[in-house]
């Protein structure tokens, strides 16, 4: 009777043993394999910047990948931006920008104050210093009332941030614009338009 007891016992803890060298040797083998995906040379980062360069071109340019005059290639991002790492790093400067823009616009939205003429992000109380440069470091223009919040860039062009005291854009050039995104305008500068 104690002869079965010892080997069912013996099984036993082979099988723990065996279960947790298993598992130790799964977590480990996880984590070399995350561990050099999350190196900047890594498939995780460089998956995240194609990410955030093909929002950002879309958003700035309507297709991240087409410059004016270019033929659909039928590549992927990964592919294209791969060959193109200007392109990346120029375009992770839209998402950069877009992304402040928005957070303006959002504190412009969810707060009490009334811009009626243009101002510069870095004099306005209510936005964050963090949010108040464009990825180009060009402080950026707001304007804000009951209806609307309106953010200008200077863009990637502009040598400086611009004079947001005379900035003129009319409204009409404001009602062909698609809210959300960065729509680029004759001087090179981008506006974010977003309603409240």
């Given amino acids: 009777m104690q002869k079965p007891i010892r080997i069912m016992l013996l099984v036993l803890v082979t099988f723990v043993v065996l279960g947790a060298a298993g598992r130790y040797f799964v977590e480990w083998s996880l984590d070399r394999a995350f561990e050099k995906a999350m190196t900047e040379d890594g498939g995780l980062r460089h998956l995240a ?4 360069g093909t929002v950002g071109g879309t958003l700035a340019r309507g297709d991240a ?9 039928g590549e992927g991002a990964l592919a294209y931006y791969e060959k193109n790492p200007q392109a990346l790093q120029r375009d992770k400067k839209y998402f950069v920008t877009w992304h402040s823009a928005l957070a303006i616009a959002d504190a412009g939205r969810k707060s009490e104050h ?9 004099d306005t109380s209510w936005i964050a210093k963090s949010q ?17 919040t309106l953010v200008l860039s200077p863009g990637p062009q502009a040598l400086a941030s611009l004079d947001c005291s005379t900035l003129k854009l009319p409204q009409t050039e404001l009602t062909r614009m698609p809210a959300g995104r960065l729509n680029p305008i004759d001087s090179g500068a981008l506006v974010l338009f977003v309603r409240k």
């Fill in 65 to 73: 990948r087409l410059q004016p005059g270019e033929a659909p290639t």
């Fill in 132 to 148: 108040s440069m464009d990825a180009w470091g060009h402080a950026s223009c707001v304007r804000s009332d009951q209806a609307q």
């Fill in 49 to 52: 910047d194609v990410v955030e």
């Fill in 114 to 122: 009334q811009l009626s003429r243009w101002q510069s992000s870095t």
